[in-house]
C-alpha cells in the first residue's frame, strides 16, 4: 500500500437504494474530483455536482464534501460522493474516478491509513469493524467503548506502570557495582505483580468480548414434546419450527439468532432426547448431545404437566436454566418446590422473566454502565505472552538474577503490550487486522 497514491471504493454494501457512497482518500483526491466535475469545492461543504465521463456526458448528480487533510478520517484528504444508489450508476460513478487517477482500494485501507497517520490505534481502528458487525445493544456499547480509547487507556496505565519498573531495573544495570538491595527487590515485584493483576482483569473480558462479537450459544433441549419448537418460534417471533404433537419431528438442530435483553442469542433447536431405535433420529439426539457440549447457555425445557424426566445432557462449561412450559396448565406435583423458571409458550408468560434471567447470567451489571471493555483473540494473547514475560521478570528477581536477564524479559513483555494498541512495527499484525474490514472503511 503506497500512502501517496489516491484510492476510491464505495463504502455502502452493494444493492439498489436511494444514495450510495464513495470515499476518496489521498493527496490527489480534491483534484481527481475536480477533473470529474470542473469545479473545485470548498473544505466541509456538501455541494451539488455533476459527475461528468471523458465526453463531457452527466454520469450522476451528487452530493460531494472535501475533507482536508489533516483533519479527516484517515489524515489525508478525503472527499465523500453521495450519489443515486442503484448498481450501474455507483459502479459508472466509481469508474470515474479511477480514469482520472485513483486506484480500488484494499480491504480496510481507509482504516489502515487513519493508523498509521495517528488517527487511532489498533485497538480503535478493530473497533470500527466491531461497530459495524454489532448485533447487540450491549456489543454496540463495547464496541463504542473500544473506539473512544477503554481498552487502549487501560493498557496504556499499566505500560506507565512497566515502564517505571524497567527504568529502575535498568538503572542498576548502569551502575553494576551496585547490588539490588532486598527491599529494592520487593518493591520491583510488587511493581510487577501490580501489572499483572491489571493485565489479569483485562484478560478475564475474553470471554465476554466473545459473547458479545459471536452471540451466546444457546441449546434448547429436553425431552420430545415439551415446546421446545414452540420456544424457539415464541423467542424469534414467527414459526420457523414445525410444531407437532408427534414426536421426533425435530431430527436434526436448527439454528437461528436473535436479540434478547441487549445480547445476541445464536439458539440451536435440537432433537428430542429420549430412547429410539430410529438410525435418523438417534444421529438427531446425537447432534443435540454436541450442541449442549459446546453451548454457553443450556435451556432445559420440560413439561409442567408431567413428572421430571430430565435428559442425560453433558454441557460442563454451560450455563443452564430449566424452563417448565404449560405453566398455564395444573402442574404436576413432583415439580413443587422445584427452582425452575415457569413459561407458557402457548400465552406468552414468563418470557419477560426468561430475558431478565439470561441477563442476570452474562451482563453482570454492564447493561447499566458504560465501562465494558471486552478484548479480542488477539488482544488476549498478547496479554498472555506478557504475562509469561512478567512472570519470567518476577522469578529472575526473587533469585537474584543479572538485572540485564530481568530487563529482557520486561522489555518483551512491554512490546507485547505494544502489539495491542499497534506500536510496535509488526507488519504481519497489521495485514491481518485490517484484511478482515470491507471495501470502504
Not at 216 to 227: H, S
Not at 278 to 300: C, N, T
Not at 340 to 362: H, K, N, P, Y
Request: aromatic share 4%; charged share 20%; glycine share 8%.
Amino acid at each position: 500500500m503506497e500512502a501517496a497514491e489516491t484510492i476510491a471504493a464505495i463504502a455502502t454494501p452493494p444493492g439498489t437504494g436511494a444514495i450510495a457512497v464513495i470515499r476518496m482518500s489521498g493527496p490527489q483526491a480534491a483534484e481527481i474530483l475536480s477533473t470529474c466535475t470542473g469545479r473545485r469545492l470548498q473544505p466541509r461543504r456538501a455541494t451539488l455536482v455533476h459527475i461528468r465521463d471523458a465526453a463531457g456526458q452527466v454520469v450522476d448528480d451528487v452530493v460531494a464534501t472535501l475533507f482536508a487533510a489533516p483533519a479527516s478520517y484517515t489524515g489525508e484528504d478525503v472527499v465523500e460522493v453521495s450519489c443515486h444508489g442503484g448498481m450501474l450508476v455507483t459502479r459508472r460513478v466509481l469508474e470515474r474516478l479511477l480514469q482520472c487517477g485513483a486506484r480500488p482500494a484494499e480491504p480496510g485501507e481507509f482504516s489502515r491509513r487513519a493508523f498509521e497517520n495517528g488517527k487511532m490505534d489498533l485497538t480503535q481502528a478493530e473497533a470500527v469493524m466491531d461497530v459495524i458487525s454489532a448485533g447487540s445493544d450491549l456489543a454496540l456499547r463495547a464496541a463504542h467503548n473500544q473506539l473512544h480509547g477503554a481498552i487502549s487507556s487501560r493498557v496504556a496505565a499499566e505500560v506507565d506502570k512497566l515502564i517505571s519498573v524497567a527504568a529502575h531495573v535498568e538503572a542498576y544495570i548502569d551502575f553494576p557495582e551496585e547490588d539490588i538491595a532486598p527491599d529494592t527487590t520487593q518493591e520491583l515485584v510488587a511493581g510487577i505483580e501490580s501489572v499483572a493483576a491489571g493485565l489479569h482483569t483485562l484478560l478475564a473480558t475474553a470471554d465476554e468480548g466473545r459473547l458479545l462479537r459471536e452471540g451466546v450459544r444457546t441449546a434448547i433441549v429436553g425431552p420430545p414434546n415439551v415446546g421446545k419448537s414452540s420456544l424457539l418460534n415464541m423467542l424469534l417471533g414467527y414459526e420457523r419450527a414445525i410444531v407437532s404433537a408427534t414426536a421426533g419431528t425435530t431430527r436434526d438442530t436448527i439454528e437461528e439468532s436473535v436479540t434478547l435483553g441487549g445480547l445476541r442469542l445464536r439458539l440451536i433447536d435440537t432433537a428430542g432426547l429420549h430412547d429410539s431405535t430410529d438410525a435418523i433420529e438417534r444421529a438427531g439426539m446425537e447432534r443435540s448431545r454436541r450442541a449442549g457440549a459446546e453451548a454457553d447457555l443450556v435451556l432445559e425445557v420440560a413439561d409442567a404437566t408431567l413428572p421430571p424426566a430430565r435428559p442425560q445432557l453433558d454441557s460442563p462449561g454451560a450455563h443452564h436454566l430449566l424452563l417448565l412450559n404449560k405453566c398455564d396448565l395444573p402442574e404436576h406435583p413432583a415439580w413443587q418446590g422445584v427452582e425452575a423458571l415457569r413459561l407458557s409458550c402457548r400465552s406468552g408468560v414468563g418470557m419477560d422473566a426468561l430475558s431478565t434471567a439470561i441477563e442476570q447470567i452474562f451482563l453482570h451489571g454492564h447493561a447499566e454502565t458504560d465501562t465494558l471493555a471486552a478484548i479480542n483473540m488477539r488482544h488476549r494473547y498478547a496479554l498472555q505472552q506478557a504475562l509469561e514475560f512478567l512472570s519470567a521478570a518476577k522469578a529472575g528477581l526473587l533469585r537474584g538474577q543479572s538485572p540485564e536477564f530481568t530487563d529482557v524479559d520486561l522489555r518483551a513483555a512491554l512490546d507485547a503490550l505494544g502489539s495491542i494498541s499497534g506500536r510496535v512495527d509488526t507488519e504481519d499484525i497489521l495485514t491481518r487486522v485490517f484484511a478482515t474490514f470491507c471495501l470502504g472503511k
